[in-house]
């Protein structure tokens, strides 16, 4: 499953509230489709546990395109261009998904903070139901919730969606200079930190335990679900003490895939695995992160099954001697 609703609505139990929407679900679907008319090897479902495209932008893009939207800078025209030929995929390197992105946090916070305020807003914006809403709401640009009510005038779709292009180009230049360092790495970040020290204050700690920040691929909405939390850019309301976040930390990584496993139950000991930081939680252990590279990059390690296999795989033996 893909955090999907897995009943129909006349199944009698509670399964979970609030379920994704549906777009990993169905790009997984056509991924396996594609994959198994000839059956799906473990190299072929790698590939889909790496994909990075967030299904939505197949259908939002379109319809931002739509509105002819006319920003009123040149940084924002060129953010409006990388969007129209985004390839959709959230590669590091991708210029276009730190575009679109970008501009989707933006527009997002123009649509709904002013009529839900900060309290309901932290909680919406950012999730699949609000990209789920931009997307009905760009085929109607003249919905109420277009207005800005901050304002005299009686704001339209293709105003706000261009100046959401304006404030993202000008976040953009401010956080990270020249357009050419405008890529998804640069803003998309994760850093895996200890539950115990890591936000500890204490410099040395925090440097001897924690790891990153890393350049992440993938996206909030794609298999490869790096999820990202716009409340944090928005005062909490149970703890005033909590300073927001400013634009070049909003799309650091909050949820991830801790594990990937890819079996074939036809071979078991040709099962593969990566987790997130490695083996070892002692920080001057060898296995202490020592898979972090492979997860970024999107490789696995061997885990044998078989007594057989794991005799042989056998590197070191710790023995508890009462």
């Not at 990209?131 to 277009?146: F, I, K, M, T």
């Not at 079996?263 to 972090?292: C, E, K, W, Y």
Request: aromatic share 8%; with cysteine; hydrophobic share 40%.
């Amino acid at each position: 499953t893909a955090n999907n609703q897995i009943v129909g609505p006349d199944y009698p139990y509670l399964v979970g509230r609030e379920p994704d929407i549906g777009d990993r679900a169905a790009r997984a679907i056509e991924l396996l489709e594609t994959a198994a008319t000839d059956g799906v090897s473990l190299d072929e479902m790698a590939a889909i546990q790496l994909d990075d495209h967030p299904r939505r932008v197949e259908r939002i893009i379109p319809a931002l395109l739509d509105l002819r939207p006319a920003p009123a800078t040149a940084d924002g025209q060129l953010l409006l261009d990388r969007v129209r030929t985004w390839d959709g995929r959230c590669s590091v390197d991708s210029l276009g998904c730190a575009a679109y992105m970008s501009w989707e946090y933006h527009v997002l916070r123009a649509v709904f903070d002013d009529d839900l305020g900060v309290v309901l807003a932290r909680e919406y914006v950012g999730s699949p139901f609000s990209w789920h809403a931009l997307e009905l709401l760009l085929r109607a640009p003249d919905d109420r919730w277009w207005d800005d009510r901050t304002t005299p005038a009686a704001e339209r779709a293709p105003e706000i969606v261009a100046a959401a292009f304006d404030r993202a180009a000008a976040d953009l230049r401010a956080v990270e200079g020249q357009p050419r360092r405008w890529t998804w790495g640069r803003l998309h970040t994760v850093s895996f930190r200890d539950d115990a020290f890591g936000t500890s204050g204490i410099g040395p700690l925090e440097w001897l335990l924690n790891r990153g920040p890393y350049p992440a691929p993938g996206a909030a909405g794609a298999l490869n679900n790096t999820y990202t939390r716009f409340a944090r850019a928005y005062p909490d309301p149970n703890d005033p003490s909590l300073q927001p976040v400013g634009f070049g930390r909003v799309f650091e990584v909050t949820n991830l895939p801790s594990m990937r496993l890819l079996v074939d139950l036809a071979d078991p000991d040709a099962t593969r695995i990566v987790t997130t930081t490695g083996n070892g939680g002692v920080p001057f252990s060898r296995q202490h992160g020592n898979l972090i590279g492979a997860w970024l990059a999107g490789r696995t390690v061997p885990l044998p099954v078989t007594g057989p296999a794991i005799e042989a795989s056998v590197v070191a033996q710790l023995r508890l001697v009462p």
